[in-house]
């Protein structure tokens, strides 16, 4: 029998939306049950809310520090949004990839532009998009883990992000989450399927060929 697990080249799955769009809720559902894919984990300057876990969430980190990251050349890409800076951790990311694993962005799209230079062929770019404004709106307030100012100052961003939309090659309309869910699942086992992405495909064939 030929080896069915054919080596394959990890991908860079990148997920951006506006805030409130869903996000987050579709990249947990794409880790779950999935030993494939792993969740990059960013450092950032931001506080920490409750209920998160240092080096789960994010590595939170003084300013101080991440100026140091910067200068050595430590993170993949780097962008602030909103009052604070977030920055993807390149050695995870290079020691999933080399492992042949993926590895998932919950990252804005200046984050999404620089991977894009840095990494192109390797990358997959979603975007989740709200329903509607108003449902954007609601989902920000129902949140409420912010206070209303930081929601107001989030919807208006809300805008800037939405209208990078057209740099990704995909886009999905967050109506019914589990549509949603099943359409991310779909986009990342496709990408996975990708020629390219699969060097072992000619051993294999010729396996195949060989009659072995
Ligand atoms: N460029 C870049 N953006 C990041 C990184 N980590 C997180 N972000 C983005 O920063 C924004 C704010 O993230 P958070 O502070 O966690 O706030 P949030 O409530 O999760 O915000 P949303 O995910 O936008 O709803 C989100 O759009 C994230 O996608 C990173 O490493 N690089
Ligand atoms: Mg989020």
């Not at 951006?16 to 969740?39: C, H, Q, V």
């Not at 100052?153 to 939309?165: F, L, P, Q, T």
Request: charged share 30%; hydrophobic share 40%.
């Amino acid at each position: 029998m030929p080896q069915l697990d054919v080596q394959r080249r990890g991908l860079m799955f990148v997920l951006s939306s506006p805030s409130g769009a869903g996000k987050s809720t579709l990249a947990r559902s794409l880790l779950e049950g999935d030993g494939e894919i792993t969740m990059s984990v960013s450092v950032t300057t931001r506080p920490m809310r409750p209920g998160e876990v240092e080096g789960k969430d994010y590595y939170f980190v003084s300013r101080e520090d991440f100026g140091l990251m910067v200068n050595r050349d430590e993170l993949l890409e780097h962008a602030k949004v909103f009052d604070h800076y977030y920055g993807t951790p390149a050695g995870p990311v290079e020691d999933a990839l080399a492992e042949g694993r993926d590895v998932l962005f919950d990252i804005d799209w200046q984050g999404a532009q620089q991977l894009t230079q840095a990494a192109g062929d390797d990358l997959v770019k979603v975007f989740i998009l709200p329903p509607s404004r108003q449902t954007l709106e609601e989902r920000l307030f129902t949140r409420a883990q912010d206070s209303a100012e930081v929601v107001a100052g989030r919807m208006a961003k809300a805008n800037d992000e939405i209208s990078h939309w057209a740099e990704y090659d995909y886009v999905i309309i967050n109506a019914d989450l589990e549509i949603a869910k099943r359409q991310v699942r779909g986009i990342l086992e496709s990408e996975r399927l990708k020629r390219r992405r699969q060097p072992g495909l000619a051993d294999f064939v010729k396996q195949i060929q060989e009659g072995l």
